[in-house]
């Protein structure tokens, strides 16, 4: 079974960092794209940050120049690392990834649970 955790989230001041993990677990074969999406209360939820397997990296406008996603391949592991934090960040950040188990040929998005940012002003 093949899952997804994230962890890193937690209370910051305006102007503070924090680095976001989120770690695939199971019997994996291959990870393809990686993404990172937050959903804040009353709004719709939006692609923060994306990457390939390959390294390529896109960003939502606001967060470029902030946010950095990159990832550590032989740990099936993408991290997102923030810095500048401010309140308007504030959301409930979920990864998801595009998986080969190693029983399949069959390629699957796995979604984490979720790790809460909430950013004090």
């Known amino acids: 079974q093949v899952q997804l955790v994230e962890s890193g989230g937690g209370l910051v001041q305006a102007g503070g960092s924090l680095r976001l993990s989120c770690a695939a677990s199971?019997?994996?074969?291959?990870?393809?794209?990686m993404d990172w999406y937050r959903r804040a209360p009353g709004k719709q939820r939006e692609l923060v940050a994306s990457?390939?397997?390959?390294?390529?990296?896109n960003y939502l406008d606001c967060v470029k120049g902030r946010f950095t996603i990159f990832r550590d391949n032989a740990k099936n592991t993408m991290y997102l690392q923030m810095n500048s934090l401010k309140p308007g960040d504030t959301a409930r950040y979920y990864c998801n990834a595009d998986v080969q188990p190693a029983t399949t040929r069959v390629v699957y998005r796995y979604w984490g649970q979720g790790t809460q940012v909430t950013v004090s002003s």
């Open positions: 199971g019997r994996i074969f291959s990870i393809g794209a």
């Open positions: 990457i390939t397997s390959g390294g390529s990296t």
